[in-house]
């Protein structure tokens, strides 16, 4: 059974930065998308952040982009998300999700598939 451990998160006030942190040690990232989700209470889970096994390119929705930053090392087996200027409507559970290449008509921003979760981490961000 595929392991998935998230660290990182926390409290920070408006404006600050934190990094979440995502083990994978059972998979080789170089044949996975690797998607950063988040939920808040009462919305729907949603895609912040995605890496796509087809092409390599990044996704970030206009709600983060330019404050969020996805990174992976393949070799640590080990996927990053930088968050940067973080606003209350950030504050969220997030969660690190994997899934093997589907197709090349999918996008990892579709927010389907993903077959490995981490168990979530909660960010708040309040002053």
């Known amino acids: 059974q595929v392991q998935v451990a998230q660290s990182g998160g926390g409290l920070v006030q408006p404006g600050g930065s934190l990094r979440l942190s995502c083990a994978a040690p059972?998979?080789?990232?170089?044949?996975?998308?690797i998607a950063w989700f988040r939920q808040a209470p009462g919305k729907e889970r949603e895609v912040v952040s995605c890496i796509s096994v087809n092409d390599g390119k990044t996704y970030y929705p206009d709600s983060v982009k330019g404050r969020f930053s996805i990174s992976r090392d393949n070799g640590k087996k080990m996927v990053y998300l930088e968050m940067n200027s973080l606003k209350p409507e950030d504050m969220a559970v997030y969660y690190c999700?994997?899934?093997?290449?589907?197709?090349?008509?999918?996008?990892?921003?579709?927010?389907?598939?993903?077959?490995?979760w981490g168990q979530g981490t909660q960010v708040t961000v309040s002053s």
């Open positions: 999700a994997f899934r093997g290449f589907l197709g090349s008509g999918y996008t990892c921003s579709d927010g389907t598939g993903y077959t490995y």
């Open positions: 059972g998979l080789d990232l170089n044949y996975y998308t």
